[in-house]
């Protein structure tokens, strides 16, 4: 298998193809940018200094969304903090609380270690350098063409770097080339300018803002989370100067409280949003009336609730229904919708923890006054003769100048992949093997396990994807907005059903998923007698899928054998020359990836909800 992009999505489907694996099978996980390795745009060392910390609290990054305090216990037991400098080198991580953003990539880079270390005999991870420039389907899997190619000695793989590029022949390929630089045309003049910084995650950009002369003025253009990384850097350092928030909508994110946690809260189904269209105008007036009410509802029948996070319950309740009342509006309405309020939505879904927001909030007041919000659109930004930068702003009260020492293009990310210039994403979208995401017009069109579908609405089995490319499909198919639609929450699931799916077709020759819904309707149909049979078996598999130890599984496995050979006949179906304990697995399989994916309760319910929570479970 070829997982082109090593960042945060394709370590993470890497770690559980690893961890799945029952047969020998060779995973190549290929990055253009050795950097970004276990890391991406978000994470990689070079573009985050020390003060640049997780938005969400420290117990919320676990990459592994069945076990809640990983990160958090590898950050206190296990990370090499030699070189870590104050006061991060004593500090001790709580779930509630902030963690440094670079960390991750060293997290990411031992959690994958392990698990290629506790892979089965057989299984090996390959670690290698390119850029993936296209992705041909053939019968026996896919042909990827990589150019500077780079493969360790004693791979198999071409061992070679080169002008010529090379190609591999995959069973399998997951596409997880995670987030791309939108092109800001507001900034065409200013692009190659010393006082613009493009991508405040590069090490080029960290340096300019680092280095900038304390009284100097600053101009950011966004006001969401990653402008605050921007400002809150410069604040931090002793910056002196204005710091000018450009927002077209003037949204400032909310602060987390001390000891939020992540929660489910169940509420009625705002139905009017179910109804049929009738335009831009009525159809946010009856969001406005029912986002009212629900919020009014938490706020009286959850008084224990932080008001600071009613929205954002009120914003995961409506999740399930999201995609009943989005199948109502047509698509050009839905992206235009989108485009207007994807800050707002943002900011509903989501907040900053105090440690970011703080700085951020004392800066805004006025007794500081450092930090200026400025409500209006970028329409253009030149050099001035004095060498700095002019912007100029549409604003409600007229348009409006402003000269600055540095320009911060806050990370703009380009979800339209025919705007990409990418040559793979060129090669798969002009020879139909991809198609842009229709309804939201965001990421590309796959189905529910994350398989591309081409030109002609067929799915690609021989590709996958995970991450940011799911935009849309997340928002369309699981009523997920704001950053959870590509955000590390998405991705864990994502590369479970990911990995899960591509490892049983290569290892039965067989793709069950294809039988989903008479899995269903088996699972529907058992006696009392057969279920708690199956209930056992699926528990079981639950079980081996999240341990992490060769043993385990090994044990798990066979217990699950004999669990599948002792079990009383279960209803199935006809889809071909298949044994009886080969259908009976891949439903056992296929109900525990399902469970174990249920986005509709909190990690720690689920743990609760599948029998393997433990004592740290009940901790707060």
């Known amino acids: 298998m070829v997982i082109v992009g090593a960042g945060l999505a394709g370590t993470a489907t890497a770690i559980r193809l690893l961890s799945f694996a029952r047969k020998p099978l060779e995973i190549v996980l290929l990055e253009r940018r050795p950097d970004y390795r276990s890391a991406g745009v978000a994470y990689h060392r070079d573009g985050n200094p020390w003060g640049h910390v997780f938005n969400i609290q420290a117990g919320r990054m676990s990459v592994f969304r069945e076990d809640v305090l990983d990160f958090i216990r590898w950050a206190n037991d296990e990370a090499d903090r030699r070189h870590w400098p104050a006061p991060w080198d004593d500090f001790e991580f709580v779930e509630h609380g902030p963690a440094p953003r670079r960390i991750f990539q060293n997290y990411l880079m031992d959690r994958l270690a392990t698990a290629a270390r506790q892979a089965c005999p057989g299984v090996v991870l390959v670690e290698a350098d390119g850029e ?260 100029r702003v549409a604003t409600p009260e007229g348009e409006r100048a402003l000269e600055a020492d540095l320009v911060v293009s806050n990370f703009s990310r380009e979800w339209d992949y025919r705007r990409v210039g990418q040559p793979l994403w060129r090669n798969l979208l002009q020879k139909g093997t991809a198609m842009p995401q229709e309804r939201t017009g965001r990421g590309l069109e796959v189905d529910e396990y994350g398989t591309l579908l081409d030109l002609q609405g067929r799915p690609v089995r021989q590709i996958s994807a995970v991450g940011p490319l799911r935009e849309g499909d997340e928002m369309v198919r699981n009523g997920r907005v704001g950053a959870f639609t590509f955000n590390l929450a998405a991705i864990k699931n994502q590369s479970i059903v990911v990995a899960a799916r591509a490892v049983e077709e290569v290892e039965s020759q067989e793709d069950w998923t294809k039988f989903h819904d008479q899995f269903q309707l088996c699972v529907s149909n058992m006696k009392e007698a057969a279920r708690a049979q199956f209930e056992e078996a699926v528990n079981l598999e639950v079980r081996r899928l999240v341990a992490k130890s060769r043993k385990e599984r090994e044990l798990l496995e066979s217990r699950l054998a004999v669990r599948i050979r002792t079990m009383d006949e279960t209803p199935t179906f006809s889809p071909g020359a298949f044994r009886h304990d080969e259908l009976t697995r891949a439903l056992i399989h296929w109900t525990a990836v399902e469970r174990l994916t249920d986005v509709t309760v909190t990690p720690r319910q689920l743990r609760r909800q599948l029998g393997i929570a433990n004592t740290d479970d009940l901790e707060g």
């Open 132 to 391: 993936a420039t296209d992705v041909e389907p053939c019968p026996s899997g896919a042909e990827v063409t990589v150019r500077q190619w780079s493969a360790p000695p004693g791979s198999g793989l071409p061992a070679w770097r080169g002008s010529e590029p090379a190609v591999i022949l995959a069973d399998h390929v997951v596409l997880a080339t995670g987030l791309e630089l939108r092109e800001p045309p507001f900034a065409a003049e200013a692009l190659g300018h010393p006082a613009f910084v493009r991508n405040p995650f590069s090490a080029a950009g960290v340096s300019k803002l680092t280095t900038l002369s304390p009284e100097a003025t600053v101009a950011i253009v966004g006001s969401t989370l990653s402008a605050y990384d921007s400002a809150g850097l410069l604040l931090r350092q002793g910056h002196l100067g204005p710091i000018y928030l450009l927002s077209k909508t003037g949204t400032i994110f909310r602060t987390y409280p001390r000891g939020h946690e992540h929660g489910v809260v169940r509420l009625p189904c705002p139905k009017s949003l179910l109804e049929p269209y009738q335009g831009r105008e009525d159809f946010l007036g009856r969001v406005r009336a029912e986002w009212e009410t629900a919020c009014a509802t938490i706020r009286r029948e959850h008084p224990d609730i932080d008001p600071a996070v009613v929205a954002e319950r009120v914003a995961k309740a409506w999740e399930p229904h999201l995609p009943e009342a989005i199948a109502q509006i047509p698509s050009a309405e839905l992206q235009g919708l989108l485009d207007e309020f994807s800050t707002a939505l943002a900011s509903f879904r989501v907040g900053a923890v105090e440690h970011t927001m703080a700085i951020i909030e004392q800066a805004m007041h006025p007794a500081d006054g450092r930090v200026r919000l400025v409500v209006g659109k970028v329409e253009k930004i030149t050099p001035a003769d004095s060498g700095r930068l002019t912007l």
